[in-house]
């Protein structure tokens, strides 16, 4: 009697786990279409306002509601420089920061626990300029002048090897240390004989002292890149989030080819734009999803410039795809990767 009650018991117990376990799983899977149903997710990003337009992406995918479609409620941090968005990763404050990949690589030099879930951005716009009535009619004419820039960021990295591919060293030139938001004012006023910046406000100093000035492009067709990046534990405790965050920015790319100029409007609207670089105009900027080879090599040129300037705890390069996360893109945009792993 005893064997058949404990039979009984059984059969019911495991009746009873099948019928909870196939209305858990009823209750936390998707749809039928295999869409995500919710619930809503909280994400904060990191973003420099300065900077904004190299995120066209991330507002579109915010203004035309393609964030909200992923079940995804973004709130933009504003962060004074691409460094801060980058190391407020770190303290938890955001959970994705935004920049070019040159403070990306600076933390990651630092023995950061980073990775990169795309680029959104990539571009070939840092200047060399000087002022033709200080006598700057060719690169080497830069020995002896004064330069303005804005040290430990990329517009040095750069203006460091355009020096070297001309024969110089930065101590062949005077460095004026000066902030992004007022790099161009010394240039304007004749205080600096030359000025390395990008390529908007160059149009700007054209505008204002006409055939005085005399550019050179400086990244010798290396291109820089606007990253999104998050902490490791983030990204990898998280890849749902992170694949519905990029099905948003990848919706959001297709709106952007297939409506250019109404696009273009839509982000010199947005208010996160203020103060950008870009005042009055937006150009077309080379959007997109993209992990490629050309992004791979920029990081390692920057990781031994980091090195050999003594400024990073790392003594070798690292491998930067521990620092990438490819599956992400990979379910989203297989084509945009073509960096070998």
Known sequence: MKKDTLLIFNITAGI????????????????????????????KIGLVPY????????????????????????????????????????????????????????????????EVITTVWRGDVVYIAGRRDRGILKPSDFRGKKIAVTLGTQLEFFLDRYLLYNGMTMEDIHIMDKSLQSLIDPFLSG????????????????????????????????????VVAGRKEF???????????????????????????????????????????????????????????PFLVTMEDEARWHIARGESLLREVPNFLEFIYFDGLESVKPEGISIIR
């Open 16 to 43: 009873f786990l099948l019928l909870f376990i196939g209305l858990s799983l009823n209750g936390c899977s998707p749809n039928k279409s295999g869409e995500y149903t919710g619930p809503i997710n909280n994400l």
């Open 191 to 226: 205080e600096a004989d030359g000025v390395v910046y990008a390529e908007p406000h160059l149009d700007m100093a054209r505008r204002k002292i006409g055939d005085n000035i005399v550019t050179w492009p400086i990244q010798e067709e290396q291109p820089t890149y606007a």
């Open 51 to 114: 900077i904004a337009d190299l995120y066209g992406l991330l507002l579109l995918a915010e203004s035309e509601g393609f964030f909200k479609k992923q079940w995804l409620d973004i709130t933009f941090v504003r962060m004074p420089s691409g460094s801060d968005a980058i190391k407020a990763l770190q303290k938890g404050s955001v959970d994705l920061g935004t920049g070019t990949e040159f403070p990306f690589v600076k933390e990651i030099m630092q023995g950061r626990n980073l």
């Open 235 to 293: 990204v990898r405790f998280h890849p749902d989030i992170i694949k519905r965050f990029l099905k948003a920015l990848r919706e959001a790319e297709l709106y952007y080819q297939d409506n250019s100029q109404k696009a273009r409007t839509q982000i010199l609207g947005h208010p996160l734009r203020k103060g950008s670089f870009y005042k009055a105009d937006l150009p077309l900027l080379s959007y997109g999803l993209f992990l490629e080879k």
